[in-house]
């Protein structure tokens, strides 16, 4: 699907959408100054279906001929001294399932009923157009009706949504909605990668695809193989991965948008392609959903591709360590201990916490390069799920300047992030019996901070660093953001990481 920006209101497409706010004193709808035809469709609306502009309200007229238009949609964005660029992913979502379901193939969107509420028209575009860029995803391919030459389940498609403004587009207004192009195929990737069954995206297939989607990019991709990875003695993901068949890989990314004497920022991802548990073996009840556990890891790359597809004036690196955590007959035992990268001796008590084991060499490595910052997503803990729900990331730092940086990307970008607990205490709860650290700690309280203890003993000191743990939002978040899909991966941090690293 086209997402086009278009001066002027009239055009063949077959149906016009315009949104409204709801007044909270009067309870009726606030629309924008619109034609005498669509004016009166307004009172019908109105008057006769009661539609008032509440947030997610629609009202469809097929046949109205008004202005051209043979349909017309009335869409609610909520409260009007409420409206944000989060309600316009929302109401975007809402207009591409309205329109999906009364099989509209094109329509025009009334740009300026909506920034009637804004005072940053460009930064609202972008919001409506990811909100579209997002909802374009479905991940069908691994079904026989989505071969090419099948006619069974054909549904008419989406082709095309112009944003219609009243004046020429200015060059921000212009520019914001490219941006939420590249934007939203970026993360749309991000997901199509964590949609991917363990038996599609193996580490070496992860590696191949982001190969293959850099190309042209400008970004340089270097895939590390078994022989590279001992050679960098990579301990924690040579241990996790030896119980698998499938050899692991180590992808890394580099991209350099700024003069050469600007450090890089890094960015890790965990890229566990399937998370079994291992010898510490997960129960069998929604065990296919290890098949995400790769989400941190493609959020990642999927971020590298934004930037270098933005040509963003930074350096950034990025890391991603990839394995399967199978119970084969080498796999690592409980009681295992290994030599991580930088020297620090782990004791495994639990095989089934592997992400720290695999993030903790690819830390050194990027904290190695020196960079200005770090930043690392992982679907780390179901303790973050109990903690924070499907709603937010929870973010894990010591530096609250850092953590300042964060919210104000993620406020601008409307993923949600919350501040988590990592102090000396988690630190304490990590030291290891007969080994430096031990990979859990000895309860089951503050499962989360601990594991974030853990990760920090791998960043070299000096590196201002931030864990983000994507447990609870990398996939089935539609229930809070329409424009996710209702099953499967979000592509959750895309935006926020991108924001980072271009305001930093
Ligand atoms: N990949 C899981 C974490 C996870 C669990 C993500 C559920 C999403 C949903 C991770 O490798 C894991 O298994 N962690 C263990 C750690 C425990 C053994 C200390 C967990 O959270 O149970
Ligand atoms: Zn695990
Ligand atoms: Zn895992």
Avoid at 7 to 29: I, Q
Avoid at 101 to 120: E, M, N, P, W, Y
Wanted: with cysteine; proline share 4%.
């Amino acid at each position: 699907m086209k997402v086009v920006l278009k001066k002027g209101l009239s055009s063949d497409l077959s149906t016009l959408v315009v949104f409204a706010a709801k007044n909270k004193k009067d309870g009726k709808a606030v629309f924008t100054k619109l034609s005498p035809d669509l004016n009166k469709l307004t009172e019908f609306a109105q008057n006769d279906s009661g539609f008032a502009g509440d947030k997610k309200e629609t009202c469809f007229f097929r046949r109205a001929e008004v202005d051209g238009y043979t349909n017309v949609l009335f869409v609610g964005l909520g409260d009007a001294s409420k409206v944000d660029n989060e309600s316009l992913r929302v109401a975007a979502a809402v207009v591409y399932g309205s329109l999906k379901s009364h099989k509209v193939t094109s329509a025009g969107v009334h740009a300026d009923s909506a920034l009637k509420f804004f005072r940053d028209s460009a930064s609202a575009l972008q919001a409506l157009s990811e909100g579209f860029g997002l909802c374009d995803y479905d991940f069908d391919e691994l079904k026989s009706s989505a071969k090419k030459d099948s006619k069974k389940d054909k549904k008419p498609e989406l082709k095309e949504i112009s944003l219609l403004l009243t004046n020429a587009p200015t060059a921000a207004q212009t520019k914001a909605v490219q941006r939420a192009e590249i934007l939203a195929e970026c993360q749309n990737f991000t997901r199509w990668l964590g949609d991917h069954p363990g038996n599609f995206i193996t580490p070496t297939m992860l590696a191949e695809e982001t190969v293959k989607a850099a190309k042209g990019t400008g970004l340089k991709v270097t895939v590390w193989d078994l022989p590279k990875i001992k050679k960098e003695r990579f301990g924690g993901l040579l241990a996790v991965a030896q119980g698998s068949a499938q050899e692991p890989r180590v992808i890394v990314m580099e991209y350099n948008g700024a003069g050469k004497s600007k450090k890089p920022i890094a960015f890790v991802g965990k890229g566990l392609t399937f998370d079994s548990g291992g010898i510490s073996l997960k129960p069998g009840a929604s065990m296919e959903e290890m098949k995400y556990d790769m989400c941190g890891g493609a959020a990642v790359i999927g971020t590298m591709l934004a930037l270098a597809k933005l040509k963003a004036k930074v350096n950034v690196i990025a890391v991603v360590p990839s394995t399967e955590n199978m119970p084969g007959p080498a796999a690592l035992k409980p009681g295992d201990v290994y030599v991580a990268r930088n020297g620090k001796s782990v004791e495994v008590f639990n095989t089934d916490a592997e992400g720290r084991l695999i993030l903790g060499d690819a830390l050194t490595y990027a904290s190695e390069q020196k960079p200005a910052a770090l930043f690392e997503a992982a679907t780390l803990t179901g303790a973050i799920l109990i903690a924070l729900g499907n709603t937010h990331t929870g973010v894990f730092t010591r530096d609250s300047k850092l953590m300042s940086k964060i919210q104000e990307a993620a406020d601008t970008t409307g993923e949600l992030v919350w501040p988590m607990p990592l102090n000396d205490f988690h630190v304490d709860d990590m030291k290891g019996t007969h080994a430096d650290l031990c990979n859990i700690s000895g309860g089951r309280l503050a499962g989360s901070s601990t594991a974030a203890a853990f990760l920090e003993q791998m960043v070299e000191d000096g590196v201002p660093f931030a864990h983000f743990d994507v447990a609870g939002t990398a996939w089935n978040i539609a229930s809070r953001f329409p424009y996710h899909p209702k099953k499967g991966a979000s592509g959750i941090m895309v935006r926020t990481f991108v924001e980072l690293a271009e305001t930093f």
